[in-house]
Each structure stands twice: as C-alpha cells, then as structure tokens.
C-alpha cells in the first residue's frame, strides 16, 4: 500500500533552499586519457564495489534465485577534471587507480 506524503507548506522551507536553483553543467569533453602524473593534487580515497552472480562447479545458476555475491576494497584514485564522454544525465570520466596502477572509467 502507498501512503500520500503531503508537500511541505512553504513557511517550512528555509530562505537558503528556496535560492537554490538547478543548474545543468556544460562540462568539455577531452576524449583524450590525461597524463596522471600531472594530477597528483586530483587524488581522492574511494571504495570500489562489485556484485557477482556466484556459479557452483557443475551447476546450473539459478535465475529466479541467483546467489549473488559483492566485494568491496578502499583504494585511492586520480579523477580526470574533464569528461570523456557525456549522456543525457550523466557524464563518464577517466579514474587511475593509484594503489593498483591501473586506468579506468566511471560516470557520474
């Protein structure tokens, strides 16, 4: 069942949210891979998850039911400060895993 959620009264609403506008960034696409030693003040902590769908030797997966897996581990990576490439609602940027020396994609 669902529940009618009331919109709060506009005496509710502070001053400050009031002023805040919706902004659609125009951000310039860089097709190219940056060079990452230059970004070295770019770096950020992140956690990186992965969801995986477990499969036992000699059986078949179960897709009403599949026994999903995740993984998670803390790295540090290096954003690109320019897209790559851009959709209707996001935008995908380079990353560098600094811990793993590895290169990667990501949208936000």
């Known amino acids: 069942s669902f529940e009618k959620v009331e919109k709060p009264d506009e005496s509710d609403v502070s001053t400050k949210e009031k002023d805040i506008k919706e902004e659609i960034l125009e951000l310039q696409i860089i097709k190219t891979p940056p060079q990452w030693y230059s ?49 209707a609602m996001r935008y995908a940027f380079y990353l560098h895993d600094r811990s793993f020396s590895e290169s990667m994609s990501h949208n936000v």
């Open 39 to 87: 970004l070295g003040s770019l770096a950020m902590k992140a956690t990186c998850h992965t969801w995986y769908i477990k499969k036992d030797m000699n059986a078949q997966i179960d897709w009403r039911r599949p026994h999903i897996r995740d993984t998670s581990f803390e790295t540090e990576v290096t954003m690109s400060p320019f897209p790559f490439s851009a959709g």
